[in-house]
Every structure is written in structure tokens, then in C-alpha cells.
């Protein structure tokens, strides 16, 4: 398979703390990567690696077919990326801010600008200094520069931070739309998961700085399975009647939430046995398993 990016056995390690073990990624040409993990799992740690922002202690990464070095200056005038708080100079406007990009990439297109704060919605707002700038509008600045240049491969670390839900669908279309149109690759670590599954082809799961996982996201659709949620206010007294009607297959997850998987399952008869045995019913309803549900069961059940 023709990969864009790949890393070899990257590892690293702060005063004897390893926070990146041996990780091997693997992202096809074209591709849209979700990179996912719990807090400190060493996702930016191994971004920046890639970014050679910081040197792997091991390991290597290959980018466009070539081993990034001190000297891959040519490789990442091809690259495009957000990494944790983007910076910029505040008493600049963001006009000023993505000219300066331009001459720093040695991009020539000054007309691209006008195109990306379009794209990103910030036209009528490219006069104002950054400084004025709202949280939002700065992440939105952002995303402009780092598609300004028109890369190839795209790392984008949480690049919906501080976005409302109308902002995040706009920036998802746009990421669809860069992948779909341009062919760039994009490399995207979000913890909003319900986000990352609309987005990506394939999914990465880092957690205590190891690769967990690497596969398709039709992979984790395929196991998805139909449940009932039930939530109670007696766990306890809950499953006992499920057990006393035959329903073997269920889980109880905590302190109200019981998980039924068999299929034939009546919800209409199931909430009235619940009312009459005295179990207060808060809620039911027919849901499917999802990304976080996958995420969950694969970084909780290994501790």
C-alpha cells in the first residue's frame, strides 16, 4: 500500500517517564486518520515527533516517501498542520498573519488567502487585529493557515477546540471537502469521538503511549451491535426480573444503565414488567454501539 506517512518503532521518554512506545502508524495516500486516545496517551507527543518539532528518542518517521531529518526542510513546505494552542501575532489581522505565512513557506499564491478565509468564515473579520479575536475565530485562523498552502498531508490535533456545533459541522464538510477535492490527507486527533467517526477511513487508538490499534472504521462498524438502554433506579432489582423473564444476554454498566442485547426483546413488555415489579423506568430506547463505545471497551478493558 502506497502510505503518505508511516512511523517506525517511535519511542520517547521524559526524565525516565516513556510517554510514546514503539509506535507504528500506518496512513494510506488519500486517507482520513483518527488518531484517538485518553488525555496524555501521547498523541501531540507522537505529532510532534512527525512534525520533528521534537526528536524521537527511536524510531523514524517516513513522510511523502522520505525520512524526516534536521534537513526535511523541502517535505514540510508539503505539510499542513494545527499542534495543541495555535499562535499568533496578536496586534497582526489575520490577513497580515497568513501573508506572513506565505513568505515563511516560500508560497507565492497570495491570492489563496482570500479563498481560505472564506473557506473558514472569516471574510468580514480579516481587518481585525487577532488580538480582538474570540477563541473560535482564532481556531478558525488556524485551520486557514494550516490549508493555505494547499498540503498534502494534513495534522490537524484538535482542531475543533472551542468551535459552537455549527462551526464543527462547517469545519467537518471543509476537512470532507480538502480530502475529498484536493486529495490531501489528513491526520486528525479529536476527543470529541462521535466527530472523528463521521470524519475517518481509518481509526488509531493510543493509549499509555502505545499503539493499541489500527484498522478501518468499516471494521469497528461491522462489530456494532443493536442494544436496548435501559435506565433504572434499582440495577439490582432490574436484572433480577430480566432473569426471571429469560433475557440471559445484558450487561449492567453502573448504578442505572443495564445494556440489552437480544434482539427480540419487546421494549412495550419489557417497561411494563419494570413498572409493575416496582423498578422506576427513567428511560429506554433502541441504540447502536459507536466509536466511543469500541474506544472504551478497548482502552478501559485493558487496565
Keep these: 500500500m502506497d502510505y503518505i506517512m508511516e512511523t517506525v518503532g517511535l ?19 488519500g486517507a482520513i486518520y483518527g488518531f484517538v486516545g485518553p488525555n496524555g496517551a501521547g498523541k501531540s507527543t507522537v505529532m510532534k515527533m512527525i512534525l520533528n518539532l521534537i526528536q524521537p528518542d527511536a524510531g523514524e ?14 517535505i514540510f ?4 498542520s494545527i499542534i495543541e494552542n495555535p499562535y499568533f501575532y496578536d496586534k497582526m489581522t489575520a490577513r497580515q498573519n497568513l501573508e506572513l505565512h506565505c513568505e515563511y513557506m516560500g508560497f507565492p499564491n497570495k491570492e489563496r488567502i482570500d479563498e481560505v478565509l472564506h473557506l473558514v468564515d472569516l471574510q468580514n473579520v480579516e481587518g481585525k487585529q487577532v488580538r480582538h479575536y474570540s477563541l473560535g475565530m482564532k481556531q478558525r485562523l488556524a485551520i486557514a493557515r494550516a490549508i493555505l498552502a494547499r498540503p498534502e498531508f494534513l495534522i490537524l490535533d484538535e482542531p475543533i477546540n472551542a468551535l459552537d456545533p ?7 464538510n471543509l476537512f470532507q471537502r480538502l480530502n475529498r477535492e484536493d486529495g490531501t490527507t489528513i491526520f486528525i486527533s479529536s476527543h470529541i469521538l462521535s466527530e472523528v467517526d463521521l470524519l475517518a477511513d481509518t481509526i488509531g487508538i493510543i493509549r499509555d503511549g502505545k499503539l493499541l490499534t489500527e484498522l478501518p472504521i468499516e471494521e469497528i462498524h461491522k462489530h456494532q451491535t443493536d442494544y436496548i438502554s435501559l435506565q433504572v433506579d434499582d440495577v439490582t432489582s432490574a436484572a433480577a426480573l430480566l432473569e426471571g423473564m429469560g433475557i440471559k444476554n445484558f450487561s449492567v454498566l453502573d448504578k442505572e444503565f443495564i445494556r440489552i442485547y437480544d434482539s427480540d426483546v419487546s421494549g412495550k413488555s419489557l417497561s411494563k414488567a419494570l413498572i409493575e415489579n416496582g423498578v422506576g423506568l427513567e428511560s429506554i430506547g433502541r441504540k447502536q454501539d459507536t466509536l466511543e463505545d469500541f474506544f472504551f471497551q478497548l482502552t478501559e478493558g485493558g487496565k
Excluded: F
Excluded at 519511542?11 to 495516500?29: E, F, L, M, T
Excluded at 513546505?77 to 499542513?80: D, L, P, S, Y
Excluded at 455549527?166 to 467537518?172: C, D, H, K, S, Y
Design 77 to 80: 513546505k508539503k505539510v499542513g
Design 61 to 74: 518517521v517516513q513522510l511523502l516517501g522520505e525520512k524526516v531529518t534536521d534537513h526535511s526542510y523541502e
Design 166 to 172: 455549527e462551526g464543527i459541522r462547517e469545519m467537518r
Design 11 to 29: 519511542r520517547k521518554a521524559y526524565k525516565g517517564n516513556v510517554v510514546v512506545d514503539d509506535v507504528n502508524i500506518h496512513i494510506p495516500k
